[in-house]
Protein backbone atom coordinates (compact mmCIF):
# COMPACT_ATOMS: atom_id res chain seq x y z
CA UNK A 1 0.00 0.00 0.00
CA UNK A 2 1.30 3.80 -0.68
CA UNK A 3 2.30 5.33 2.48
CA UNK A 4 0.19 7.95 1.34
CA UNK A 5 -3.00 5.83 0.98
CA UNK A 6 -3.93 6.12 5.02
CA UNK A 7 -3.70 10.27 4.87
CA UNK A 8 -3.01 11.43 1.39
CA UNK A 9 -3.41 15.40 3.60
CA UNK A 10 0.55 14.34 4.56
CA UNK A 11 1.28 15.04 0.37
CA UNK A 12 1.84 18.65 -0.25
CA UNK A 13 1.16 19.70 -3.79
CA UNK A 14 2.04 23.01 -5.60
CA UNK A 15 0.30 23.91 -8.08
CA UNK A 16 2.08 26.55 -10.52
CA UNK A 17 -0.06 28.22 -12.50
CA UNK A 18 -4.01 28.83 -12.09
CA UNK A 19 -4.99 29.20 -15.63
CA UNK A 20 -8.48 27.36 -16.27
CA UNK A 21 -6.31 24.03 -16.72
CA UNK A 22 -4.21 24.52 -13.36
CA UNK A 23 -7.41 25.83 -11.17
CA UNK A 24 -9.34 22.86 -12.66
CA UNK A 25 -6.19 20.62 -11.75
CA UNK A 26 -5.53 22.13 -8.30
CA UNK A 27 -8.78 21.64 -6.91
CA UNK A 28 -9.17 18.14 -8.25
CA UNK A 29 -6.35 17.46 -5.85
CA UNK A 30 -7.64 19.13 -3.30
CA UNK A 31 -11.13 17.28 -3.68
CA UNK A 32 -8.83 14.27 -3.42
CA UNK A 33 -7.27 15.05 -0.02
CA UNK A 34 -3.89 16.70 -0.60
CA UNK A 35 -2.73 20.11 0.78
CA UNK A 36 -2.77 22.19 -2.53
CA UNK A 37 -0.64 25.23 -2.88
CA UNK A 38 -1.24 27.51 -5.60
CA UNK A 39 0.96 30.67 -7.03
CA UNK A 40 0.11 32.47 -10.38
CA UNK A 41 1.90 35.01 -12.05
CA UNK A 42 -1.49 37.16 -11.85
CA UNK A 43 -2.31 37.78 -8.17
CA UNK A 44 -6.15 37.88 -8.93
CA UNK A 45 -5.53 34.02 -9.75
CA UNK A 46 -4.15 33.01 -6.32
CA UNK A 47 -7.39 35.19 -4.34
CA UNK A 48 -9.58 32.79 -6.45
CA UNK A 49 -7.80 29.61 -5.54
CA UNK A 50 -7.76 31.27 -1.87
CA UNK A 51 -11.76 31.93 -1.74
CA UNK A 52 -11.85 28.19 -2.58
CA UNK A 53 -10.44 27.07 0.81
CA UNK A 54 -7.11 26.46 -1.01
CA UNK A 55 -3.79 28.06 0.12
CA UNK A 56 -1.39 30.43 -1.62
CA UNK A 57 2.12 31.78 -2.21
CA UNK A 58 3.70 34.70 -3.22
CA UNK A 59 6.18 32.89 -5.55
CA UNK A 60 6.51 29.78 -7.39
CA UNK A 61 9.51 29.03 -4.70
CA UNK A 62 7.61 29.80 -2.02
CA UNK A 63 4.88 27.44 -2.93
CA UNK A 64 7.15 24.80 -3.92
CA UNK A 65 9.10 24.54 -0.72
CA UNK A 66 7.24 21.74 1.64
CA UNK A 67 6.11 20.23 -1.70
CA UNK A 68 6.11 16.77 -2.25
CA UNK A 69 4.86 17.30 -5.59
CA UNK A 70 5.13 20.00 -7.84
CA UNK A 71 2.81 20.52 -10.73
CA UNK A 72 3.60 22.99 -13.49
CA UNK A 73 0.55 24.48 -15.79
CA UNK A 74 2.19 27.08 -17.48
CA UNK A 75 2.14 27.60 -21.55
CA UNK A 76 5.30 26.96 -23.39
CA UNK A 77 8.74 25.46 -22.83
CA UNK A 78 10.43 28.84 -22.27
CA UNK A 79 7.87 29.45 -18.99
CA UNK A 80 8.47 25.51 -17.61
CA UNK A 81 12.28 26.78 -17.41
CA UNK A 82 11.54 29.97 -15.55
CA UNK A 83 9.00 27.98 -12.87
CA UNK A 84 12.47 26.08 -12.62
CA UNK A 85 15.32 28.11 -12.87
CA UNK A 86 14.15 31.50 -13.15
CA UNK A 87 14.74 34.28 -9.86
CA UNK A 88 11.91 32.60 -7.04
CA UNK A 89 12.41 29.46 -9.24
CA UNK A 90 11.26 25.89 -7.75
CA UNK A 91 14.38 24.27 -8.39
CA UNK A 92 15.91 26.33 -5.44
CA UNK A 93 13.41 24.87 -2.54
CA UNK A 94 12.21 21.88 -3.54
CA UNK A 95 13.05 19.23 -1.28
CA UNK A 96 15.33 16.78 -2.50
CA UNK A 97 13.27 13.15 -3.72
CA UNK A 98 10.26 15.62 -4.43
CA UNK A 99 8.83 15.41 -8.44
CA UNK A 100 8.39 18.70 -10.67
CA UNK A 101 5.23 17.33 -12.86
CA UNK A 102 5.48 19.75 -16.42
CA UNK A 103 2.32 19.74 -18.08
CA UNK A 104 3.51 22.65 -20.59
CA UNK A 105 3.39 21.47 -24.70
CA UNK A 106 6.80 21.95 -25.55
CA UNK A 107 9.22 20.75 -28.17
CA UNK A 108 10.85 17.08 -26.52
CA UNK A 109 14.67 18.27 -26.89
CA UNK A 110 13.63 21.35 -23.98
CA UNK A 111 11.61 18.37 -21.74
CA UNK A 112 14.53 16.24 -22.05
CA UNK A 113 16.94 19.11 -21.62
CA UNK A 114 15.45 20.09 -18.39
CA UNK A 115 14.67 16.78 -17.01
CA UNK A 116 18.03 16.45 -17.01
CA UNK A 117 19.03 19.65 -15.29
CA UNK A 118 16.23 18.81 -12.93
CA UNK A 119 18.12 15.39 -12.22
CA UNK A 120 20.98 17.20 -11.46
CA UNK A 121 19.27 18.94 -8.60
CA UNK A 122 18.40 15.51 -7.04
CA UNK A 123 14.95 15.94 -7.66
CA UNK A 124 12.41 14.13 -10.27
CA UNK A 125 11.05 15.04 -13.11
CA UNK A 126 7.64 13.73 -14.91
CA UNK A 127 6.88 14.76 -18.82
CA UNK A 128 3.24 14.64 -18.68
CA UNK A 129 1.78 16.97 -21.23
CA UNK A 130 -2.50 17.24 -21.02
CA UNK A 131 -5.32 16.66 -22.74
CA UNK A 132 -9.38 17.02 -22.14
CA UNK A 133 -9.47 20.89 -21.84
CA UNK A 134 -11.16 23.02 -18.72
CA UNK A 135 -13.95 20.99 -18.22
CA UNK A 136 -12.22 17.85 -17.88
CA UNK A 137 -9.59 19.58 -15.58
CA UNK A 138 -12.28 20.64 -13.30
CA UNK A 139 -13.28 17.36 -12.85
CA UNK A 140 -10.04 15.51 -12.61
CA UNK A 141 -10.67 13.17 -15.95
CA UNK A 142 -7.63 14.83 -17.69
CA UNK A 143 -5.78 12.58 -19.87
CA UNK A 144 -2.28 12.49 -19.26
CA UNK A 145 0.81 11.22 -21.72
CA UNK A 146 3.22 11.00 -19.35
CA UNK A 147 6.79 9.61 -19.51
CA UNK A 148 9.75 9.66 -16.37
CA UNK A 149 11.32 7.59 -14.04
CA UNK A 150 9.76 4.87 -11.74
CA UNK A 151 10.64 7.03 -8.84
CA UNK A 152 9.37 10.05 -10.91
CA UNK A 153 5.92 8.26 -11.82
CA UNK A 154 5.71 6.44 -7.87
CA UNK A 155 6.46 10.19 -6.34
CA UNK A 156 3.53 11.31 -8.78
CA UNK A 157 1.41 9.09 -8.38
CA UNK A 158 -1.44 10.92 -5.93
CA UNK A 159 -1.43 13.83 -8.01
CA UNK A 160 -1.82 11.93 -11.67
CA UNK A 161 -4.81 9.62 -9.66
CA UNK A 162 -6.44 13.21 -8.51
CA UNK A 163 -6.02 14.56 -12.01
CA UNK A 164 -6.33 11.96 -14.28
CA UNK A 165 -9.11 10.01 -15.56
CA UNK A 166 -6.33 8.43 -17.92
CA UNK A 167 -2.73 8.19 -17.56
CA UNK A 168 -0.67 7.06 -19.88
CA UNK A 169 2.68 5.50 -19.39
CA UNK A 170 4.58 6.09 -21.79
CA UNK A 171 8.34 4.96 -20.96
CA UNK A 172 11.13 5.72 -18.79
CA UNK A 173 13.01 9.09 -20.90
CA UNK A 174 11.41 12.52 -20.56
CA UNK A 175 10.34 13.98 -23.86
CA UNK A 176 8.22 10.61 -25.00
CA UNK A 177 5.28 12.44 -23.22
CA UNK A 178 5.93 15.51 -25.23
CA UNK A 179 6.29 13.87 -28.42
CA UNK A 180 3.10 11.94 -28.13
CA UNK A 181 1.38 15.33 -27.21
CA UNK A 182 3.15 17.13 -30.18
CA UNK A 183 1.77 14.11 -32.39
CA UNK A 184 -1.71 15.01 -31.45
CA UNK A 185 -1.27 18.68 -31.63
CA UNK A 186 -0.07 18.38 -35.30
CA UNK A 187 -3.33 16.09 -35.94
CA UNK A 188 -5.52 18.40 -34.12
CA UNK A 189 -4.31 21.39 -35.46
CA UNK A 190 -4.45 19.90 -38.83
CA UNK A 191 -8.13 18.71 -38.39
CA UNK A 192 -9.58 22.32 -37.04
CA UNK A 193 -7.91 24.12 -40.46
CA UNK A 194 -9.76 21.00 -42.39
CA UNK A 195 -12.84 21.34 -41.04
CA UNK A 196 -13.28 24.99 -41.25
CA UNK A 197 -11.76 24.67 -44.99
CA UNK A 198 -14.56 22.37 -46.06
CA UNK A 199 -17.75 23.93 -43.56
CA UNK A 200 -16.92 26.89 -45.23
CA UNK A 201 -16.79 25.62 -48.64
CA UNK A 202 -20.24 24.02 -47.96
CA UNK A 203 -21.51 27.61 -47.24
CA UNK A 204 -19.45 29.30 -50.51
CA UNK A 205 -21.80 26.67 -52.42
CA UNK A 206 -25.01 26.90 -50.48
CA UNK A 207 -25.37 24.05 -48.82
CA UNK A 208 -27.36 22.96 -46.02
CA UNK A 209 -24.79 23.79 -43.31
CA UNK A 210 -26.60 21.24 -40.52
CA UNK A 211 -27.26 18.80 -42.83
CA UNK A 212 -23.19 18.87 -43.71
CA UNK A 213 -22.73 18.52 -40.19
CA UNK A 214 -25.45 15.31 -39.90
CA UNK A 215 -23.60 13.77 -43.00
CA UNK A 216 -20.14 14.28 -42.61
CA UNK A 217 -20.20 12.74 -38.54
CA UNK A 218 -21.57 9.54 -40.08
CA UNK A 219 -18.75 9.44 -43.01
CA UNK A 220 -15.26 8.90 -43.25
CA UNK A 221 -14.33 12.33 -43.45
CA UNK A 222 -15.56 12.64 -39.76
CA UNK A 223 -12.62 13.55 -37.38
CA UNK A 224 -12.70 14.44 -33.10
CA UNK A 225 -11.98 18.44 -34.15
CA UNK A 226 -14.87 18.61 -36.73
CA UNK A 227 -17.50 17.09 -34.38
CA UNK A 228 -16.77 19.39 -31.94
CA UNK A 229 -15.59 22.62 -33.49
CA UNK A 230 -18.08 22.83 -36.24
CA UNK A 231 -20.95 23.45 -33.89
CA UNK A 232 -18.95 26.79 -33.07
CA UNK A 233 -19.29 27.49 -36.55
CA UNK A 234 -22.85 26.74 -36.84
CA UNK A 235 -24.09 29.20 -33.82
CA UNK A 236 -21.48 31.80 -35.15
CA UNK A 237 -20.61 31.85 -31.56
CA UNK A 238 -16.54 31.95 -31.51
CA UNK A 239 -16.15 32.37 -27.88
CA UNK A 240 -12.53 30.92 -26.99
CA UNK A 241 -12.51 27.58 -25.80
CA UNK A 242 -9.34 27.17 -27.12
CA UNK A 243 -7.88 30.22 -29.31
CA UNK A 244 -6.33 30.51 -32.50
CA UNK A 245 -3.00 31.36 -30.97
CA UNK A 246 -2.75 27.95 -28.65
CA UNK A 247 -2.18 26.32 -32.69
CA UNK A 248 0.15 29.32 -33.19
CA UNK A 249 2.47 27.97 -30.79
CA UNK A 250 1.53 24.35 -31.24
CA UNK A 251 1.53 24.07 -34.79
CA UNK A 252 5.14 25.96 -34.56
CA UNK A 253 6.31 23.63 -32.21
CA UNK A 254 5.58 21.01 -34.72
CA UNK A 255 7.26 23.13 -37.67
CA UNK A 256 10.75 23.58 -35.39
CA UNK A 257 10.70 19.58 -34.56
CA UNK A 258 9.98 18.63 -38.35
CA UNK A 259 12.75 20.97 -39.22
CA UNK A 260 15.18 20.27 -36.95
CA UNK A 261 14.61 16.43 -37.92
CA UNK A 262 14.71 17.17 -41.54
CA UNK A 263 10.84 15.70 -41.80
CA UNK A 264 8.55 17.52 -44.44
CA UNK A 265 5.14 18.86 -42.80
CA UNK A 266 2.93 20.24 -45.83
CA UNK A 267 -0.14 19.73 -44.00
CA UNK A 268 0.72 20.81 -40.73
CA UNK A 269 2.52 24.01 -42.23
CA UNK A 270 -0.17 24.95 -44.64
CA UNK A 271 -2.54 24.44 -41.44
CA UNK A 272 0.15 26.71 -39.23
CA UNK A 273 -0.23 29.48 -42.31
CA UNK A 274 -3.99 29.78 -41.61
CA UNK A 275 -3.64 29.91 -37.96
CA UNK A 276 -1.18 32.94 -38.46
CA UNK A 277 -3.38 34.65 -41.01
CA UNK A 278 -6.12 34.43 -38.38
CA UNK A 279 -4.33 35.75 -35.35
CA UNK A 280 -2.82 38.63 -38.11
CA UNK A 281 -6.37 39.47 -38.81
CA UNK A 282 -6.67 40.26 -35.41
CA UNK A 283 -8.59 36.80 -33.82
CA UNK A 284 -6.10 35.54 -32.33
CA UNK A 285 -7.70 35.32 -28.61
CA UNK A 286 -10.94 34.34 -30.39
CA UNK A 287 -12.24 30.31 -30.62
CA UNK A 288 -9.87 28.13 -33.21
CA UNK A 289 -13.19 27.48 -35.08
CA UNK A 290 -12.24 31.27 -36.06
CA UNK A 291 -10.22 29.77 -39.17
CA UNK A 292 -13.67 29.16 -40.71
CA UNK A 293 -14.80 33.31 -40.66
CA UNK A 294 -10.95 33.58 -41.97
CA UNK A 295 -11.88 31.65 -44.84
CA UNK A 296 -15.49 33.38 -45.10
CA UNK A 297 -13.49 36.24 -45.81
CA UNK A 298 -11.38 35.29 -48.24
CA UNK A 299 -13.93 33.83 -50.09
CA UNK A 300 -17.12 35.58 -49.67
CA UNK A 301 -19.06 32.95 -48.14
CA UNK A 302 -21.63 33.51 -45.34
CA UNK A 303 -21.60 31.87 -42.27
CA UNK A 304 -24.17 31.73 -39.65
CA UNK A 305 -24.07 34.89 -37.02
CA UNK A 306 -21.48 36.50 -39.45
CA UNK A 307 -22.36 40.16 -37.62
CA UNK A 308 -20.36 39.30 -34.62
CA UNK A 309 -17.08 39.44 -36.47
CA UNK A 310 -14.49 41.24 -35.01
CA UNK A 311 -14.16 45.24 -36.27
CA UNK A 312 -10.79 44.33 -37.34
CA UNK A 313 -11.84 42.26 -40.22
CA UNK B 1 -47.75 0.16 -51.11
CA UNK B 2 -45.46 0.54 -53.70
CA UNK B 3 -46.91 -1.17 -56.74
CA UNK B 4 -43.37 -3.09 -57.16
CA UNK B 5 -43.68 -4.36 -53.37
CA UNK B 6 -45.22 -7.81 -54.06
CA UNK B 7 -43.54 -8.58 -56.68
CA UNK B 8 -39.99 -7.13 -57.23
CA UNK B 9 -38.81 -9.05 -59.76
CA UNK B 10 -40.87 -6.86 -62.15
CA UNK B 11 -38.18 -4.14 -61.42
CA UNK B 12 -35.64 -4.63 -63.73
CA UNK B 13 -32.37 -2.63 -62.84
CA UNK B 14 -29.46 -2.33 -65.52
CA UNK B 15 -25.76 -1.86 -63.25
CA UNK B 16 -23.07 -0.36 -65.39
CA UNK B 17 -19.54 -1.03 -64.42
CA UNK B 18 -19.05 -4.34 -62.34
CA UNK B 19 -16.09 -3.47 -60.42
CA UNK B 20 -15.64 -3.88 -56.40
CA UNK B 21 -18.61 -1.24 -55.80
CA UNK B 22 -20.82 -1.73 -59.16
CA UNK B 23 -20.38 -5.69 -58.36
CA UNK B 24 -21.54 -5.29 -54.82
CA UNK B 25 -24.52 -3.23 -55.90
CA UNK B 26 -25.79 -5.88 -58.65
CA UNK B 27 -25.56 -8.21 -56.12
CA UNK B 28 -27.68 -6.71 -53.10
CA UNK B 29 -30.07 -5.69 -55.80
CA UNK B 30 -30.18 -9.08 -57.09
CA UNK B 31 -30.49 -10.34 -53.29
CA UNK B 32 -33.34 -8.21 -52.63
CA UNK B 33 -35.49 -9.54 -55.81
CA UNK B 34 -34.62 -7.15 -58.66
CA UNK B 35 -33.78 -8.36 -62.09
CA UNK B 36 -30.41 -7.03 -62.33
CA UNK B 37 -28.53 -7.03 -66.10
CA UNK B 38 -25.08 -6.37 -65.65
CA UNK B 39 -22.33 -4.43 -68.22
CA UNK B 40 -18.75 -3.87 -67.86
CA UNK B 41 -16.03 -2.99 -70.14
CA UNK B 42 -13.85 -5.76 -68.97
CA UNK B 43 -16.11 -8.90 -70.26
CA UNK B 44 -14.49 -11.10 -67.34
CA UNK B 45 -16.40 -8.99 -64.80
CA UNK B 46 -19.54 -9.49 -66.51
CA UNK B 47 -18.92 -13.24 -66.73
CA UNK B 48 -18.52 -12.90 -63.15
CA UNK B 49 -21.47 -12.15 -62.46
CA UNK B 50 -23.32 -14.07 -64.92
CA UNK B 51 -21.24 -16.93 -62.93
CA UNK B 52 -23.63 -15.37 -59.66
CA UNK B 53 -26.54 -16.27 -61.81
CA UNK B 54 -27.06 -12.60 -62.98
CA UNK B 55 -27.43 -11.23 -65.98
CA UNK B 56 -24.93 -9.75 -68.47
CA UNK B 57 -25.31 -7.55 -71.77
CA UNK B 58 -22.68 -6.65 -74.43
CA UNK B 59 -23.03 -3.36 -74.40
CA UNK B 60 -24.79 -0.06 -71.98
CA UNK B 61 -27.70 -0.34 -74.61
CA UNK B 62 -28.09 -3.29 -74.48
CA UNK B 63 -28.00 -3.68 -70.56
CA UNK B 64 -30.61 -0.92 -70.17
CA UNK B 65 -33.18 -1.49 -72.46
CA UNK B 66 -35.73 -3.04 -70.55
CA UNK B 67 -34.69 -1.31 -67.25
CA UNK B 68 -36.47 0.72 -64.86
CA UNK B 69 -33.12 1.94 -63.37
CA UNK B 70 -29.96 2.16 -64.41
CA UNK B 71 -27.06 2.48 -62.22
CA UNK B 72 -23.76 3.92 -62.80
CA UNK B 73 -21.02 2.36 -60.89
CA UNK B 74 -17.83 4.54 -63.02
CA UNK B 75 -14.80 5.91 -61.97
CA UNK B 76 -16.00 9.61 -63.14
CA UNK B 77 -18.00 12.53 -64.80
CA UNK B 78 -16.18 11.74 -67.67
CA UNK B 79 -16.81 8.25 -68.25
CA UNK B 80 -20.49 8.86 -66.49
CA UNK B 81 -21.09 11.08 -69.82
CA UNK B 82 -19.94 8.20 -72.11
CA UNK B 83 -22.62 5.65 -70.41
CA UNK B 84 -25.34 8.25 -71.11
CA UNK B 85 -24.47 9.70 -74.49
CA UNK B 86 -21.70 8.10 -75.74
CA UNK B 87 -21.49 5.20 -78.60
CA UNK B 88 -24.12 2.30 -77.30
CA UNK B 89 -24.90 4.66 -74.53
CA UNK B 90 -28.25 4.10 -72.35
CA UNK B 91 -29.80 7.17 -73.04
CA UNK B 92 -30.51 5.84 -76.78
CA UNK B 93 -32.40 2.84 -75.09
CA UNK B 94 -34.01 3.46 -71.50
CA UNK B 95 -37.51 3.55 -71.36
CA UNK B 96 -39.35 7.15 -70.97
CA UNK B 97 -39.51 7.53 -67.48
CA UNK B 98 -37.04 5.35 -66.48
CA UNK B 99 -34.48 6.54 -63.68
CA UNK B 100 -30.45 6.81 -63.97
CA UNK B 101 -28.83 6.43 -60.74
CA UNK B 102 -25.20 8.49 -61.15
CA UNK B 103 -23.09 7.03 -58.17
CA UNK B 104 -19.55 8.39 -59.77
CA UNK B 105 -17.79 11.21 -57.90
CA UNK B 106 -17.93 14.19 -60.02
CA UNK B 107 -18.14 18.33 -59.95
CA UNK B 108 -21.39 19.14 -58.93
CA UNK B 109 -21.66 21.55 -62.44
CA UNK B 110 -20.91 18.08 -64.33
CA UNK B 111 -23.78 16.42 -62.66
CA UNK B 112 -26.50 19.30 -63.08
CA UNK B 113 -25.35 19.68 -66.79
CA UNK B 114 -25.46 15.46 -66.86
CA UNK B 115 -29.40 15.92 -65.12
CA UNK B 116 -30.29 18.71 -67.41
CA UNK B 117 -29.37 16.62 -70.54
CA UNK B 118 -30.92 13.35 -69.02
CA UNK B 119 -34.17 15.33 -68.23
CA UNK B 120 -34.51 16.36 -72.11
CA UNK B 121 -34.63 13.20 -73.14
CA UNK B 122 -37.99 12.49 -70.68
CA UNK B 123 -35.82 10.04 -68.36
CA UNK B 124 -35.20 11.38 -64.39
CA UNK B 125 -31.92 11.76 -62.89
CA UNK B 126 -30.60 10.76 -59.61
CA UNK B 127 -27.48 12.94 -58.64
CA UNK B 128 -26.27 9.90 -56.09
CA UNK B 129 -22.76 9.43 -54.71
CA UNK B 130 -21.64 6.73 -53.11
CA UNK B 131 -19.44 6.11 -49.63
CA UNK B 132 -18.79 3.30 -47.43
CA UNK B 133 -16.13 0.73 -49.67
CA UNK B 134 -16.50 -2.44 -51.14
CA UNK B 135 -17.38 -4.44 -47.91
CA UNK B 136 -20.54 -2.13 -47.39
CA UNK B 137 -21.51 -2.53 -51.59
CA UNK B 138 -21.50 -6.17 -50.71
CA UNK B 139 -23.56 -6.21 -48.01
CA UNK B 140 -25.80 -3.87 -49.37
CA UNK B 141 -25.20 -1.19 -46.55
CA UNK B 142 -23.78 2.09 -48.42
CA UNK B 143 -24.36 5.19 -47.40
CA UNK B 144 -25.72 7.30 -50.42
CA UNK B 145 -25.70 11.14 -50.89
CA UNK B 146 -28.83 11.70 -53.13
CA UNK B 147 -30.30 14.72 -54.82
CA UNK B 148 -32.88 14.90 -57.77
CA UNK B 149 -36.98 15.00 -57.96
CA UNK B 150 -39.69 13.47 -56.09
CA UNK B 151 -40.10 11.09 -59.17
CA UNK B 152 -36.62 10.47 -59.42
CA UNK B 153 -36.50 8.82 -56.15
CA UNK B 154 -39.59 7.37 -56.02
CA UNK B 155 -38.10 5.17 -59.04
CA UNK B 156 -35.24 4.32 -57.85
CA UNK B 157 -35.94 3.64 -54.78
CA UNK B 158 -36.42 -0.52 -55.07
CA UNK B 159 -32.77 0.06 -55.98
CA UNK B 160 -31.33 2.36 -53.34
CA UNK B 161 -33.41 0.30 -50.71
CA UNK B 162 -31.39 -2.82 -51.98
CA UNK B 163 -28.24 -0.85 -52.24
CA UNK B 164 -27.91 1.25 -48.93
CA UNK B 165 -28.15 1.37 -45.46
CA UNK B 166 -28.65 5.30 -45.27
CA UNK B 167 -30.00 6.90 -48.07
CA UNK B 168 -29.58 10.91 -47.21
CA UNK B 169 -32.46 13.18 -49.56
CA UNK B 170 -30.22 16.24 -49.60
CA UNK B 171 -32.84 18.35 -52.27
CA UNK B 172 -34.46 18.15 -55.21
CA UNK B 173 -31.72 19.61 -57.40
CA UNK B 174 -28.95 17.41 -58.81
CA UNK B 175 -25.48 18.90 -57.87
CA UNK B 176 -26.67 18.44 -54.06
CA UNK B 177 -25.70 14.82 -53.36
CA UNK B 178 -22.37 15.63 -55.63
CA UNK B 179 -21.33 18.53 -53.64
CA UNK B 180 -21.68 16.95 -50.08
CA UNK B 181 -19.80 14.12 -51.58
CA UNK B 182 -16.70 16.36 -52.04
CA UNK B 183 -16.75 17.91 -48.72
CA UNK B 184 -16.32 14.74 -47.41
CA UNK B 185 -13.92 13.86 -50.13
CA UNK B 186 -11.68 16.92 -49.06
CA UNK B 187 -12.05 16.06 -45.20
CA UNK B 188 -11.29 12.12 -46.17
CA UNK B 189 -8.46 13.13 -48.59
CA UNK B 190 -6.74 15.67 -45.82
CA UNK B 191 -6.89 13.00 -43.20
CA UNK B 192 -5.76 10.50 -44.84
CA UNK B 193 -2.35 12.84 -45.41
CA UNK B 194 -2.45 13.89 -42.06
CA UNK B 195 -2.45 10.47 -40.21
CA UNK B 196 -0.08 9.78 -42.61
CA UNK B 197 1.98 12.50 -41.69
CA UNK B 198 1.60 11.92 -37.91
CA UNK B 199 2.76 8.34 -37.53
CA UNK B 200 5.68 8.88 -40.24
CA UNK B 201 6.47 11.64 -37.96
CA UNK B 202 6.01 9.77 -34.51
CA UNK B 203 8.48 6.95 -36.66
CA UNK B 204 10.97 9.28 -37.65
CA UNK B 205 10.92 9.84 -33.56
CA UNK B 206 11.54 6.76 -32.56
CA UNK B 207 8.33 6.09 -31.12
CA UNK B 208 6.23 3.25 -30.04
CA UNK B 209 3.93 2.72 -33.26
CA UNK B 210 1.60 0.72 -31.86
CA UNK B 211 1.33 3.09 -28.55
CA UNK B 212 0.78 6.16 -30.47
CA UNK B 213 -2.13 4.50 -32.38
CA UNK B 214 -3.69 3.86 -29.10
CA UNK B 215 -2.91 7.27 -27.73
CA UNK B 216 -4.69 9.31 -30.86
CA UNK B 217 -7.59 7.15 -30.85
CA UNK B 218 -8.34 8.32 -27.57
CA UNK B 219 -7.57 11.63 -28.16
CA UNK B 220 -8.26 15.08 -29.83
CA UNK B 221 -6.52 14.43 -32.65
CA UNK B 222 -8.51 11.04 -33.77
CA UNK B 223 -10.26 10.83 -37.39
CA UNK B 224 -11.91 8.42 -39.22
CA UNK B 225 -9.63 8.12 -41.53
CA UNK B 226 -6.73 7.64 -38.72
CA UNK B 227 -8.41 4.76 -37.05
CA UNK B 228 -8.98 3.07 -40.36
CA UNK B 229 -5.96 3.65 -42.38
CA UNK B 230 -3.35 3.69 -39.76
CA UNK B 231 -3.34 0.11 -39.30
CA UNK B 232 -2.49 -0.55 -42.77
CA UNK B 233 0.76 1.33 -41.95
CA UNK B 234 1.33 -0.39 -38.83
CA UNK B 235 0.70 -3.83 -40.84
CA UNK B 236 3.29 -2.83 -43.36
CA UNK B 237 0.45 -3.41 -45.81
CA UNK B 238 -0.49 -1.69 -48.89
CA UNK B 239 -2.55 -3.59 -50.31
CA UNK B 240 -5.21 -1.25 -52.08
CA UNK B 241 -8.16 -0.98 -50.61
CA UNK B 242 -8.49 2.42 -51.81
CA UNK B 243 -5.72 3.65 -53.69
CA UNK B 244 -3.68 7.28 -54.72
CA UNK B 245 -5.18 7.63 -57.56
CA UNK B 246 -8.59 7.94 -56.07
CA UNK B 247 -7.26 11.19 -54.08
CA UNK B 248 -5.33 12.20 -57.14
CA UNK B 249 -8.89 12.21 -58.86
CA UNK B 250 -11.16 13.63 -56.13
CA UNK B 251 -8.97 16.05 -54.82
CA UNK B 252 -8.25 17.13 -58.12
CA UNK B 253 -12.02 17.94 -58.51
CA UNK B 254 -11.80 19.54 -55.09
CA UNK B 255 -9.33 22.03 -56.17
CA UNK B 256 -11.01 22.51 -59.74
CA UNK B 257 -14.30 23.54 -57.80
CA UNK B 258 -12.63 25.71 -55.52
CA UNK B 259 -10.49 27.44 -58.24
CA UNK B 260 -13.87 27.98 -60.58
CA UNK B 261 -15.34 29.66 -57.06
CA UNK B 262 -12.56 31.61 -56.07
CA UNK B 263 -12.31 29.60 -53.12
CA UNK B 264 -8.94 28.82 -51.65
CA UNK B 265 -8.68 25.09 -50.04
CA UNK B 266 -4.35 25.55 -48.75
CA UNK B 267 -5.32 22.19 -46.86
CA UNK B 268 -6.65 20.52 -49.71
CA UNK B 269 -3.99 21.63 -52.03
CA UNK B 270 -1.26 20.69 -49.51
CA UNK B 271 -2.61 17.42 -49.51
CA UNK B 272 -2.93 16.53 -53.31
CA UNK B 273 0.96 17.55 -53.68
CA UNK B 274 1.53 14.64 -51.77
CA UNK B 275 -0.77 12.09 -53.92
CA UNK B 276 0.79 13.20 -57.20
CA UNK B 277 4.53 12.60 -55.67
CA UNK B 278 3.63 9.50 -54.54
CA UNK B 279 1.63 8.33 -57.77
CA UNK B 280 4.87 10.28 -59.38
CA UNK B 281 7.12 7.82 -57.12
CA UNK B 282 5.47 4.54 -58.38
CA UNK B 283 2.59 3.63 -55.78
CA UNK B 284 -0.50 4.98 -57.53
CA UNK B 285 -2.33 1.67 -57.30
CA UNK B 286 -1.39 1.15 -54.02
CA UNK B 287 -3.40 1.71 -50.92
CA UNK B 288 -4.01 5.75 -50.36
CA UNK B 289 -1.68 4.80 -46.80
CA UNK B 290 0.95 4.82 -49.20
CA UNK B 291 1.88 8.32 -48.34
CA UNK B 292 3.29 6.88 -45.42
CA UNK B 293 5.96 5.33 -47.36
CA UNK B 294 6.41 8.63 -49.16
CA UNK B 295 6.83 10.57 -45.91
CA UNK B 296 9.21 7.85 -44.81
CA UNK B 297 11.72 7.80 -47.98
CA UNK B 298 11.52 11.63 -47.71
CA UNK B 299 12.56 11.64 -44.47
CA UNK B 300 14.77 8.01 -43.79
CA UNK B 301 11.76 7.36 -41.33
CA UNK B 302 11.53 3.75 -40.98
CA UNK B 303 7.96 1.95 -40.76
CA UNK B 304 7.05 -1.46 -39.88
CA UNK B 305 7.30 -4.03 -43.34
CA UNK B 306 9.75 -1.45 -45.31
CA UNK B 307 11.13 -4.45 -46.95
CA UNK B 308 7.56 -4.91 -48.97
CA UNK B 309 8.00 -1.24 -50.84
CA UNK B 310 7.52 -1.21 -54.48
CA UNK B 311 10.78 -1.58 -56.85
CA UNK B 312 10.16 2.29 -57.85
CA UNK B 313 11.30 3.75 -54.97
Known amino acids: MSPFAENPGAVVAAVIGLGSMGLGM ?5 RAGLDVVGYDITPAAVDR ?39 EGVASTMKP ?14 AR ?14 DAPISGGAAKAALGELTIMASGSTQA ?29 M ?10 AAACEAITFAAKQGLDLDKVFEVITASAGNSWMFENRVPHVLAGDYTPLSSIEIFVKDLGIVQDMARSERYPVPLAAAA ?14 DDDSSLARLYAKLSGAELPGSAKEPHSL
Open 113 to 126: DLAQRVDAHGLHYL
Open 26 to 30: ARSMK
Open 153 to 181: FDRARPGLDAMAGKVYELGDAAGTGAAFK
Open 49 to 87: FIADGGRGAATPADAAKDADIVVSVVVNGAQTEAVLFGP
Open 97 to 110: GAVFISSATMDPAV
Open 272 to 285: LQMYLAAAGAGMGR
Open 183 to 192: INQLLAGVHI
